[in-house]
């Protein structure tokens, strides 16, 4: 049995906010015909929008040469399934509005709730109120104490459409914060700290009148992006395939996070309504039977 483990830390250029909506951009835009299959359903609470997809993906392209020549075409094939929780600031107007959490709190299938309001603080009156769900009790042990943070997290598992689940396991955990600071719950694995700007080969230092040579943080701030990614393979022959496998996402991470920024101009004027089509799009695309 060979484990590949791994978790990448990122600082990016950007607010919190900035980043639910270019990743949302990036991961659109980029969308290419790697993917054969999308299903997406977004579920919104008061502060937190949960997004669960499907994905049919053929990841033959990004697996080096070595890898493809001893593996079946079929092996390429993975289903990712993917739920991914932004919690939002609320705001309003004026902000004489306040955001309540009660403490009091529900477990139901499995899942933790607790009552939320919206209150009116010049009229005394709650104006909107709800019981939320938080992250299921399993992701929440994957990815550490999310008490009073504000961010945007994911929880991402792959099936093998030809290695069976007791031969082949993926996941990714993510977690973006605001601070250098977040530690996964139960996780033993390497720390290594990708720098966006110069990891690969097409480096991404200035971007139209954008620099982000030196401490860019002063100038533009930053947020940091968590990634715990483990591969196991369950096979004497072809365990080494799971450390490849692990240096095409670290190089998939990157690239993306690159685009984010790459792109900033693309995607910060737009609207919510926008984004929404613009994933909708995608989603009518490649929503087909595989």
């Known amino acids: 049995m060979t484990i590949a483990k791994r978790i990448y830390v990122i600082k990016l250029p950007l607010t919190l906010d900035e980043y639910r909506r270019g990743f949302r951009y990036a991961l659109s835009k980029f969308t290419t015909d790697e993917v054969s299959f999308i299903k997406m359903d977004r579920q919104r609470q008061i502060d937190s929008v949960t997004t669960e997809t499907v994905k049919v993906l053929n990841l033959s392209k990004r697996m080096p040469y070595m890898v493809r020549k001893v593996i079946p075409a079929a092996a390429c094939l993975v289903e990712e399934f993917s739920t991914n ?28 709730y607790r009552s939320e309001e919206i209150v009116d603080e010049l009229n005394t009156q709650v104006v909107a109120e709800s019981a939320v769900a938080v992250e299921p009790a399993d992701m929440k042990q994957s990815l550490g104490d999310e008490s009073g943070i504000i961010g945007h997290y994911t929880k991402t598992t792959y099936k093998n459409r030809h290695f069976d689940e007791k031969t082949f396991k993926m996941r990714i955990d993510t977690k973006v914060c605001a601070e250098n600071s977040f530690k996964f719950t139960g996780v033993d694995a390497e720390v290594e700290e990708l720098d966006f700007r110069t990891f690969l080969k097409n480096k991404v230092v200035k971007v139209g009148e954008n620099d982000y040579s030196g401490d860019y943080e002063k100038k533009y701030g930053a947020v940091y992006v968590f990634k715990y990614v483990e591969i196991e393979l369950n096979s004497m022959v072809l365990g080494w395939i799971a450390k490849e496998i692990l240096k095409v996402l670290r190089n998939n991470i990157v690239e993306i996070q690159q685009d984010i920024v790459k792109y900033r101009d693309k995607w910060i004027e737009m609207s919510e309504e926008e984004l929404e089509k613009m994933e909708k799009d995608v989603v009518e695309k490649f929503m087909k039977n595989v």
């Open 85 to 112: 929780i932004d919690t939002l600031q609320f705001k309003k107007g004026d902000d004489k509005y306040t955001h309540v959490h009660k403490e009091t709190k529900l477990k139901q299938i499995g899942k933790i």
